[in-house]
């Protein structure tokens, strides 16, 4: 059984499927998702339904990022609903065609609210530990505060720990290059902005990544 991570998938739907498309990735195969399925590209809410379907089949993990806490908070009010609307939340709302915002809570589907719901701050399996933004060292993950989990940007991270690899997104990398410090792999490659959206098999380094075009890339670290 092998184990996958999947970076930042903003709306982008079509790289998503073109990954599973390639046939690499079996149903008893473990893939962690990193956060931040939702925002800035056009099909969020395809990204979700599509998400919890195949999730009857495959053996997925979902982590919390930083704009799902951002679409879970907007619904305190306006001025956090519009703060969320710039940073990104205005084209998931076009996904679901909701335009009436003073009633967009009960237009999303009750199931995307309960998927957002139960994502997992973070997840570790062996010698990985999977984060959507990053961690601070000398604290266990369970210590961890919400700014380094979800929200800091780790563009050369320090070492978290010797027996560990932390396996991370959040920090885009806009060359659409993986960023490997060794003791921390990023794989954030800006699938929303014209980059790719990297799928990394984490034992052996071995990556597949895919864009809005339906382009493939494959390699390894």
């Avoid at 092998?2 to 046939?23: C, E, M, R, S």
Wanted: aromatic share 12%; with cysteine.
């Amino acid at each position: 059984m092998a184990t996958y991570a999947i970076g930042d998938i903003h709306g982008t739907l079509k790289p998503l499927t073109t990954i599973f498309d390639q046939g690499i990735i079996e149903k008893d195969d473990l893939v962690v998702f990193l956060g931040d399925y939702i925002d800035r590209g056009p099909d969020s809410k395809g990204v979700i339904d599509w998400l919890i379907d195949q999730n009857k089949e495959f053996n997925f993990k979902f982590l919390l990022g930083n704009h799902e806490i951002m679409m879970l908070n907007a619904m305190e009010g306006p001025k956090i609903l519009n703060e969320w609307l710039i940073a990104g939340g205005e084209s998931t709302l076009e996904s679901y065609d909701i335009k009436n915002y003073q009633k967009w809570v009960e237009e999303v589907d009750n199931s995307h609210w309960k998927f957002l719901e139960s994502c997992l701050h973070y997840y570790e399996k062996e010698k990985f530990i999977f984060v959507h933004a990053g961690l601070e060292p000398g604290k266990k993950p369970e210590e961890q505060n919400d700014f380094h989990l979800f929200w800091k940007k780790y563009e050369e991270p320090e070492k978290y720990d010797s027996s560990k690899k932390v396996i991370c997104g959040h920090t885009s990398r806009k060359d659409g290059k993986i960023a490997d410090f060794g003791h921390t792999i990023c794989i954030d490659t800006f699938a929303h902005g014209g980059g790719w959206l990297t799928c990394l098999n984490v034992d052996t380094n071995e990556y597949i990544k895919a864009n809005n075009r339906r382009e493939i890339d494959q390699g390894q670290l």
